[in-house]
């Protein structure tokens, strides 16, 4: 059982100690068929291997 809690807010920096852009960090996608899905929340999204219909 998956339940959502408070999200996690990440300070994430180079091996410099530069923060990272926001531009440059990545961001899930999901599609349509993912809204139903039960393992959403643990998902890392869509990687478009062509499975789904």
């Given at each position: 059982m998956s339940?959502?809690?408070r999200s996690i807010e990440w300070?994430?920096?180079d091996?410099?100690?530069l923060p990272i852009p926001a531009?440059?960090?990545y961001r899930p996608?999901?599609?349509e068929r993912c809204e139903?899905?039960?393992q959403r929340l643990i998902c890392n999204g869509c990687?478009?291997?062509g499975?789904?219909?």
């Open positions: 339940r959502a809690g300070h994430l920096h091996p410099l100690g531009e440059e960090l996608h999901f599609r139903t899905c039960g990687s478009d291997c499975r789904c219909a």
